[in-house]
């Protein structure tokens, strides 16, 4: 005998037991299963812009990225600079510049902050700083998520 567990609406099981080729009669009564689940639907918290991106970490697990260990000044200063940039960000080349690091040491910096996210308890997927390559200029262009940027703004910005 095999057990399996899904979660999600009932659409959305249906469409995974069809996926892993369990017959319909089977998929009836593991919907019907899911709709005695201990949680009803009205107590079930509603989802918000911030959950809704699976790419996105939360506002609390990004306050745990910068706190579990202490920043030193130049990520301190990093986070700063990717925050002030706003929307529109700011493009890697520019951010080692205004950090007087060369690209290799800019690199490693990075590298070193995505051990501190990779190693952050509670951290599964998901991503700290949204990202995109400028084609045009040949390096990645940086910026923060509403989640992490009030992250920053909460443990770099205002304890500066």
């Given at each position: 005998?095999?057990?399996?567990?899904?979660?999600?609406?009932?659409d959305?099981?249906?469409k995974?037991?069809?996926?892993?080729?369990?017959?319909?009669?089977?998929?009836?009564?593991?919907?019907?299963?899911?709709?005695?689940?201990?949680?009803?639907p009205?107590?079930?918290?509603?989802?918000?812009?911030?959950?809704?991106?699976?790419?996105?970490?939360?506002?609390?697990?990004a306050?745990?990225?910068?706190?579990?260990?202490?920043?030193?000044?130049?990520?301190?200063?990093?986070?700063?600079?990717?925050?002030?940039?706003?929307?529109?960000?700011?493009?890697?080349?520019?951010?080692?510049?205004?950090?007087?690091?060369?690209?290799?040491q800019?690199?490693?910096?990075?590298?070193?902050?995505?051990?501190?996210?990779?190693?952050?308890?509670?951290?599964?997927?998901?991503?700290?700083?949204?990202?995109?390559?400028?084609?045009?200029?040949?390096?990645?262009?940086?910026?923060?998520?509403?989640?992490?940027?009030?992250?920053?703004?909460?443990?770099?910005?205002?304890k500066?």
């Open positions: 005998m095999r057990a399996l567990l899904l979660e999600g609406d009932p959305e099981v249906t995974a037991l069809q996926n892993l080729g369990v017959s319909s009669a089977t998929s009836s009564a593991a919907l019907s299963l899911s709709s005695t689940d201990s949680e009803k009205e107590e079930r918290s509603e989802s918000t812009e911030e959950d809704s991106d699976p790419g996105l970490i939360t506002t609390p697990l306050r745990k990225v910068i706190t579990r260990i202490p920043l030193k000044p130049m990520p301190k200063q990093m986070l700063t600079i990717i925050y002030e940039a706003g929307e529109k960000g700011i493009l890697g080349t520019n951010l080692a510049k205004k950090l007087g690091y060369s690209s290799a800019f690199r490693g910096m990075m590298g070193a902050f995505g051990r501190r996210i990779a190693n952050t308890p509670g951290y599964s997927k998901g991503y700290f700083f949204s990202y995109e390559w400028d084609y045009d200029k040949g390096t990645y262009r940086y910026w923060l998520s509403g989640p992490v940027r009030e992250a920053v703004r909460i443990e770099v910005i205002q500066n």
